[in-house]
């Protein structure tokens, strides 16, 4: 048993309370390799953000589990060379049953989601509960879902999204114990969340996709007032990388995201963690190609993953600051 409070890591328990009562909401970044982690933590110390740390079933099939707690532990240690001690969540994103769940708590995550949203209600509950139960003795904080996204979520994938039901969210969340409770008002995972066709033009000519369900978000709120809600698929898609990318030999088709303002209000909201993955991925793949359309004969991977983990540092930092509002409540 490797504890994550050995590793200097924290659950989610105070860091969602503060966020709740701040009106901001803690960056969840996925990472699977070691210029990922340098870019988050990187800047979340520069922005004096709180973070947590994400891990897919791909990011340990790719990475390995053992590799990624130490990783997890090297950015604690990293931050506190850097100049700050941010508060860091190892979560385990879209835990598919009781046994990842219960490895990964094994292993040093402070945090884990139990994904049973595919599954019929009762089922999800007997599920989740199964996961709370076991976590809680370890005092590692558990996500729970109700609601479908479409697009891909890690196994499981949805060509439609079901919205979250209000009237399930209260029973969902005594009867399970969860901690937080990730919800589906109109987000979806990957890169291609909405189409042009799918999308009005504001008077800048800019692609506007239909609004997220802020009236179900605030009906969820009424049911559980002050309970962290989490938002998935949360990626707004820069126009900037997929023209970066599309310019310098890839072939990426039009695709629009979640609009920031939309992000930053549901951040003010009872949503506590928003999820993101798909645009770090954007970032890092616009940066190499770019460089391997410059430069054909470098072949160095420091001199390509260095300006990649740069790119992704300032995404993130942009993000903290002006999306979700984080940055500054590091030590609040
Ligand atoms: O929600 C899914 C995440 O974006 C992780 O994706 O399984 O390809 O690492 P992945
Ligand atoms: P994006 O694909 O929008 O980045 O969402 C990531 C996510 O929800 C990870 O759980
Ligand atoms: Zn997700």
Same mark, same amino acid.
């Given at each position: 048993m490797n504890s994550y409070k050995e590793l200097g890591l924290v659950n989610t328990r105070d860091m969602f309370a503060k966020a709740m009562k701040g009106g901001y909401a803690i960056p969840a970044y996925n990472f699977n390799n070691m210029e990922q982690m340098q870019a988050i933590i990187q800047a979340c110390v520069e922005t004096k953000s709180p973070v947590i740390l994400q891990v897919s079933k791909g990011a340990r099939d790719y990475a390995n589990i053992n590799i990624l707690r130490n990783m997890a532990r090297g950015a604690t240690e990293y931050a506190k060379e850097l100049g700050c001690e941010i508060p860091i969540v190892l979560h385990l994103d879209h835990g598919d049953s009781f046994e990842t769940c219960k490895q990964c708590i094994d292993n040093g995550f402070s945090s884990v989601m139990? &994904?049973?949203?595919? #599954? /019929?209600y009762e089922e999800n509950i007997e599920l989740t509960k199964k996961v709370v139960d076991y976590a809680h003795q370890f005092d590692v904080t558990v996500e729970g879902e109700l609601g479908v996204l479409a697009g891909i979520e890690d196994e499981v994938s949805s060509a439609v999204s079901h919205y979250t039901r209000p009237e399930e969210v209260e029973d969902f969340s005594k009867r399970t114990g969860v901690d937080s409770l990730a919800i589906s008002i109109g987000t979806s995972h990957g890169?291609?969340? #909405?189409t042009p066709e799918q999308c009005t033009r504001n008077a800048d000519g800019i692609l506007v996709p239909p609004p997220l369900r802020f009236d179900i978000l605030e009906e969820i709120e009424k049911k559980i007032p002050g309970f962290p809600i989490v938002l998935h698929g949360?990626?707004?898609?820069?126009q900037e990388y997929v023209k970066m990318i599309n310019e310098h030999g890839g072939k990426l088709d039009d695709s629009v995201g979640i609009p920031e303002e939309q992000l930053r209000k549901a951040a003010k909201s009872a949503v506590c963690k928003i999820n993101i993955d798909s645009d770090g991925r954007l970032a890092m793949t616009a940066t190499i190609r770019r460089i391997f359309d410059e430069? /054909?004969?470098? #072949? &160095?991977p420091r001199k390509y993953l260095g300006p990649a983990r740069d790119a992704l540092r300032e995404m993130y930092k942009h993000k903290n600051i002006d999306v979700l509002g984080s940055a500054g409540h590091a030590l609040d």
């Amino acid at each position: 048993m490797n504890s994550y409070k050995e590793l200097g890591l924290v659950n989610t328990r105070d860091m969602f309370a503060k966020a709740m009562k701040g009106g901001y909401a803690i960056p969840a970044y996925n990472f699977n390799n070691m210029e990922q982690m340098q870019a988050i933590i990187q800047a979340c110390v520069e922005t004096k953000s709180p973070v947590i740390l994400q891990v897919s079933k791909g990011a340990r099939d790719y990475a390995n589990i053992n590799i990624l707690r130490n990783m997890a532990r090297g950015a604690t240690e990293y931050a506190k060379e850097l100049g700050c001690e941010i508060p860091i969540v190892l979560h385990l994103d879209h835990g598919d049953s009781f046994e990842t769940c219960k490895q990964c708590i094994d292993n040093g995550f402070s945090s884990v989601m139990i &994904d049973g949203s595919h #599954f /019929p209600y009762e089922e999800n509950i007997e599920l989740t509960k199964k996961v709370v139960d076991y976590a809680h003795q370890f005092d590692v904080t558990v996500e729970g879902e109700l609601g479908v996204l479409a697009g891909i979520e890690d196994e499981v994938s949805s060509a439609v999204s079901h919205y979250t039901r209000p009237e399930e969210v209260e029973d969902f969340s005594k009867r399970t114990g969860v901690d937080s409770l990730a919800i589906s008002i109109g987000t979806s995972h990957g890169a291609y969340k #909405f189409t042009p066709e799918q999308c009005t033009r504001n008077a800048d000519g800019i692609l506007v996709p239909p609004p997220l369900r802020f009236d179900i978000l605030e009906e969820i709120e009424k049911k559980i007032p002050g309970f962290p809600i989490v938002l998935h698929g949360s990626s707004s898609v820069p126009q900037e990388y997929v023209k970066m990318i599309n310019e310098h030999g890839g072939k990426l088709d039009d695709s629009v995201g979640i609009p920031e303002e939309q992000l930053r209000k549901a951040a003010k909201s009872a949503v506590c963690k928003i999820n993101i993955d798909s645009d770090g991925r954007l970032a890092m793949t616009a940066t190499i190609r770019r460089i391997f359309d410059e430069k /054909p004969a470098e #072949f &160095d991977p420091r001199k390509y993953l260095g300006p990649a983990r740069d790119a992704l540092r300032e995404m993130y930092k942009h993000k903290n600051i002006d999306v979700l509002g984080s940055a500054g409540h590091a030590l609040d």
